[in-house]
């Protein structure tokens, strides 16, 4: 009986499709001495129900699925039938994966708990980002933080376990649903991207280890705010433009961040009279996307502190943001008045 080495094959006749998102999670555990699966399981946990989310969306317009709901979240904003759908089919996934313990979701008023006594992890989630666009077909997105809660297994979920400052983040990531769609994350070690292959049902490695430029001459902002805006702020956007930098602002967080962490560029949602506080949640829309520039080599401030040292004292709570390529991020952070 003769035994050969496998040779790959040389002939080219058959194009390699790529490492898939499962290989690169399990390929990934190594990394972690301790890694016990239940992480990588709730990474996957979060791509069937992106796949799912994705097919939703992307049929919208045949399936009487668009439009308003006919509720308000808690943040007072009408929520869209694709928002509740989204909302349904990340918590069932993440109910029935059995790594969680609670989840934070925007469009929940309460932490929910999941009642599963074997669950580690907390998942806080904006399941669907950029509500204004859905039936516009416009990209949106789901953005998800992943944390280890900090009480034993099996006790009853506390606030410590969810009121955890964003350098808590075990996993961070997000769904972009545009053009292609695609699922970004980090672990911790460096940030991946993988883009969806419909036909094969597999997300496969497409961006690996993802670094942002420096710098960039893209700014993103809603400037029909402008007449809330400080006049620090005000000057900075107006140098943006006397330096001819492109303004580009598609009113989906996920899409604006995502397009300028590859292309360099920063995103801005200041601190307005309308939204004193900020217009982004801390919780499951700021502290994903700032691990995740974090580990690009980007950053992620208020306008005066990390996004990431922030600790959250409510669930909702909103944040001013200012994200995107380091040297931008720090010029408009020095346009900024300091708070007294
Ligand atoms: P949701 O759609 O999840 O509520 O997210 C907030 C958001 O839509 C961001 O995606 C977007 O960047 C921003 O708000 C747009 O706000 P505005 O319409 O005030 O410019």
Redesign the pocket.
């Known amino acids: 009986m003769k035994i050969l080495p496998y040779a790959p094959d040389q002939s080219g006749l058959a194009y390699s499709v790529g490492t898939t998102l499962d290989r690169f999670i399990k390929l990934k555990q190594s990394d972690f001495p301790f890694a016990s699966g239940e992480l990588s399981q709730l990474l996957r946990d979060i791509a069937l129900a992106a796949k799912i989310v994705n097919r939703e969306t992307t049929r919208a317009g045949l399936s009487n699925i668009g439009g308003a709901f006919g509720q308000v979240n808690v ?1 007072g ?1 009408e929520q869209q039938k694709l928002d509740v759908i989204a909302n349904i089919r990340f918590m069932r996934a993440l109910s029935k994966g059995g790594e969680v313990c609670a989840i934070v979701s ?1 469009e929940e008023d309460s932490v929910i708990d999941l009642k599963n006594s074997s669950g580690k992890y907390v998942v806080a989630i ?1 399941p ?6 859905i039936d516009v077909n416009i990209s949106i ?1 789901t953005i998800f933080s992943i944390y280890r809660r900090r009480t034993p297994a099996g006790s009853p979920i506390q606030e410590k376990d969810i009121m955890q400052a964003g350098t808590e983040q075990v996993a961070a990531g997000y769904v972009l649903y545009g053009s292609s769609t695609m699922l970004v994350y980090t672990t911790g070690r460096g940030v991946n991207g993988f883009t969806y292959e419909q036909s094969l049902g597999e997300f496969f490695l497409s961006h690996p280890d993802i670094q942002a430029p420096k710098n960039g001459e893209i700014y993103s902002v ?1 400037e ?2 402008q007449h809330d805006w400080e006049e620090g702020f005000k000057s900075y956007i107006n140098q943006c433009k006397e330096r001819r930098y492109s303004a580009r ?6 899409a ?1 961040f995502h397009r300028n962490l590859l292309k360099g560029g920063i ?1 801005l ?1 200041p601190a307005t009279k309308k939204n004193p506080a900020g ?2 949640r801390l919780l499951y ?1 700021a502290n994903a996307l700032a691990y995740i520039a974090e580990q690009a080599g980007a950053m992620a401030t208020d306008g005066t502190q990390r996004i990431l040292e922030i600790l959250p004292t409510t669930l909702h709570q909103r944040t001013p943001l200012l994200i995107g390529s380091q040297e931008m991020v720090k010029e408009a952070e020095s346009f900024l008045s300091k708070p007294a």
Request: zero cysteines; glycine letters at 16%; hydrophobic letters at 20%.
């Open positions: 943040q904003e925007e904006d669907l980002d950029g509500s204004s666009n997105g809603n029909g705010t602002y598609i009113g989906s967080l996920v604006d995103y949602y217009k982004l829309e």
